[in-house]
């Protein structure tokens, strides 16, 4: 890992040096043979539970000395304080780890240790050296506890459990009968968390290992025996030990007694079909009155126990082959991903897409063992399997079966190196998604409380997950933390908002306006884009038009060079009964004419007047009146709107202006920048709500259609430059 970009080629992002990743690749690995091709298949597996990373919430400033280990280093406070004023940039937080690890000062090691790995979790070799650090200060328990923690966070992590066996082994009284079963009990926890994993022959290989270490070798054999089904980088080297192992002991002493006496008797029989014949054949030959020399009965020979080893290896032999398969098919994927590990660095389009594509195989995998082997392939399965490589929607990964565990254990894997990407959350949480409730939240939780504290989208789309499933409370928390993170995100606001009036809580959702309107003062265009929120709400809920009203006119205060504000006070004006609203529509259009517009939109607040005038004045003067001042206006400008004849507008051009007007509905999310997080694909639209005011709302005139005012809905239904009213 890296202290500072300069650095970087000497560590990785866990914390180990970049010629130790995550995952080694050993010589001994062999690749599968060229004429290998990519076959479907699937695979058995264990069910992953999903990781329990640390909350972030727990965490607090240590006190001082906890181990008597003297004051603390004197830069120790500048770094801590650093990291912390800018929690989201790396070399910070290893700046301040490094200094603590050259100090060797056990308190703000730890410290400093506690607070990194809240926020990186995923990175290992920290774990590690953590363990090591109590290990060094004679807290043994407290390093058990370390690793156990860790492996809580990471339990994919093959380094991490070989490192939490070996500090077992190192403190443990092997004397005592209890330590050999915990030290079993530890292994398969291991592999049954991390052993379906490409890169898992250490683990397997020391659990072996371990075994003939302890005399246990029908042990040794039953774990060599499940390797040899799972799919691994160097799969070859386990058969190839598996017989060596075999060789090297009596048959007896390796296997299990109910396939050793299959076998023996099987052996047996066979060997006593070839002694007969034999000495038939003896018979015919042997001088007369020679006797045949006598075998002693029940006796096994090694002739015997070779043909026994030779039976073993036929059955294991269809096993290794059926697995040297499944490598076949999944080697190019897995020699395509060159980050396994996680590191803030970003990853690359070609990295990216290639985890992409390795999901869908496995997923189209999954689904292809799950049909009736029996049936006759269709057009629809074979363009299905063509397809096997393309990206699958989320309706096609919903159909999940029940042995999914590969396809749960490769996502785990991709969101180790891409945690810091949205995209491959949202596409695992989908795929949960059809589980249950329980298995979707952790995954939520994982994601926004640990490495995606700052992306709006997912968030919203787990504050949307909790509505949906009538968790209203979970809702607006998920809601608030985001706030919190991300504050001046406008869209997160307007959420909240929405929230409360979909539950019903229309005073509150009143309220959060009303305190947003309040808060931006000092921000003008924000504090408009609040204003005629709120407004339209007090308008069109709240049937309170004086207040939207004064709302509006207290944000003309603040910003009267607004137009959009001028725009929503006149549709408020205009919306109500005609008869009592000419002079409030004709004060509000005189006030927009006086006000610092531009021209363009001082003419359409003309129009709009004029029109009100035709469509609703009592006296043809007062039209006459209007009709005027609008040509005065359009002399004034310089300049007039050509319009079609008899004032229809060309139908075209009111389909595209209708089509502005919906499009002005949507949303244009703004997310705020993360160091080192790149934002791969643009977020989607979210409908009925506007977007972030972050950097002054720089997109907001667009969203309006100005100039056309598409979204407020005022056409200028009538040409009032083609002389319809005579000159006064």
Not at 394 to 420: T, Y
Not at 454 to 462: A, D, E, L, R, V
Not at 526 to 532: K, T
């Amino acid at each position: 890992m890296a202290a500072a970009e300069g650095r970087e080629e000497e560590m990785s992002g866990n914390g180990e040096p970049e010629e130790s990743p995550a995952m080694e690749t050993s010589e001994d690995s062999a690749p599968p043979p060229a004429e290998m091709t990519e076959e479907n298949g699937g695979g058995g597996g264990v069910v992953l539970e999903p990781p329990k990373g640390p909350d972030p919430a727990s965490f607090t400033m240590p006190a001082a000395t906890e181990d008597g280990d003297g004051e603390i280093p004197a830069d120790f406070e500048r770094l801590w304080k650093a990291a912390h004023e800018s929690p989201h940039d790396f070399s910070s937080w290893t700046d301040l780890l490094q200094y603590c690890e050259q100090e060797t000062h056990v308190t703000s090691s730890r410290r400093a240790l506690k607070a990194f790995l809240l926020r990186y979790p995923l990175c290992y070799g920290y774990w590690k050296k953590f363990v090591d650090l109590e290990r060094r200060a004679g807290n043994n328990d407290r390093a058990e506890e370390v690793c156990i923690e860790g492996l809580q966070a990471i339990p994919l992590s093959v380094d991490l459990w070989i490192h939490y066996i070996n500090l077992l082994l190192g403190t443990l009284n092997m004397n005592l009968p209890e330590s050999p079963s915990r030290i079993r009990g530890v292994f398969e926890d291991a592999v049954v968390a991390a052993g379906l994993d490409f890169h898992s022959d250490r683990l397997w290989d020391l659990y072996v290992e371990w075994e003939k270490e302890q005399g246990n070798m029908k042990n040794a054999t039953a774990v060599l025996d499940r390797v040899l089904k799972v799919p691994t980088q160097l799969y070859n080297t386990h058969y190839d030990k598996f017989k060596e192992h075999l060789n090297g002991h009596e048959p007896k002493e390796v296997l299990c007694p109910e396939e050793y006496e299959e076998l023996r008797a099987l052996c047996r029989q066979s060997q006593k079909a070839e002694r007969a014949e034999q000495a038939q054949e003896a018979e015919e030959e042997r001088p007369p009155g020679e006797e045949e020399p006598a075998t002693p009965e029940g006796t096994d020979t090694e002739e015997l126990m070779q043909k026994i080893r030779e039976q073993v290896l036929v059955h294991r032999d269809k096993v290794y082959q059926d697995n040297e398969g499944e490598v076949r098919k999944r080697w190019h994927f897995e020699e395509a991903i060159k980050r396994p590990y996680f590191h803030v660095k970003p990853l690359d389009r070609v990295q990216l897409r290639a985890w992409h594509t390795y999901l869908d195989w496995e997923l189209a995998q999954l689904h292809a063992d799950t049909r009736d082997p029996t049936q006759e392939p269709t057009q629809a399965t074979t363009e299905e399997s063509e397809a096997a490589a393309q990206p699958r929607e989320a309706s096609q990964e919903a159909a999940v079966p029940r042995d999914d565990h590969r396809v749960r254990i490769l996502f785990e894997r991709c969101l180790i190196a891409c945690a810091l990407y949205e995209e491959f959350w949202t596409r695992y949480i989908q795929y949960l998604e059809v589980q249950s409730v329980d298995e979707v939240r952790p995954a939520y939780r994982r994601a926004c409380g640990i490495h995606l504290t700052s992306k709006p989208n997912i968030h919203m789309q787990w504050a949307t997950y909790e509505e949906r499933n009538g968790d209203l409370t979970e809702a607006r928390r998920v809601l608030e933390v985001l706030e919190k993170n991300v504050p001046g995100l406008a869209i997160v606001r307007l959420r909240r908002a929405a929230l409360e009036r979909r539950a019903g809580q229309l005073d509150q959702s009143e309220a959060l306006l009303t305190e947003a309107v309040a808060e931006s003062k000092e921000r003008p265009t924000l504090h408009a884009f609040y204003s005629i929120k709120l407004a339209r709400l007090l308008l069109k809920l709240g049937r309170d038009r004086s207040r939207a009203r004064r709302v509006l006119q207290e944000a003309l205060e603040i910003s009267p060079e607004n137009d959009k504000l001028y725009m929503n006070l006149l549709e408020l004006e205009v919306s109500g009964d005609p008869r009592a609203s000419a002079e409030a529509v004709q004060e509000c259009v005189t006030r927009a004419l006086a006000a610092p517009l531009t021209s363009h939109a001082k003419i359409l607040f003309s129009e709009r007047g004029l029109q009100f005038a035709e469509d609703y004045n009592n006296s043809i003067q007062s039209v006459l009146s209007a009709y005027e001042e609008h040509q005065k206006l359009l002399k004034e400008v310089g300049g007039t709107k050509r319009e079609a004849e008899n004032g229809d507008e060309d139908p075209e051009k009111l389909s595209k202006s209708e089509e502005s007007s919906a499009v002005a509905e949507s949303v244009a999310e703004a997310t705020p920048t993360t160091p080192h997080v790149p934002i791969t694909t643009p977020p989607p639209p979210v409908m009925g709500a506007d977007a972030s005011a972050q950097a002054g709302y720089a997109g907001y005139s667009s969203w309006y259609q100005q100039p056309q005012y598409g979204s407020y809905g005022y056409q200028s239904s009538w040409n009032y430059n083609q002389g319809y009213y005579p000159p006064s």
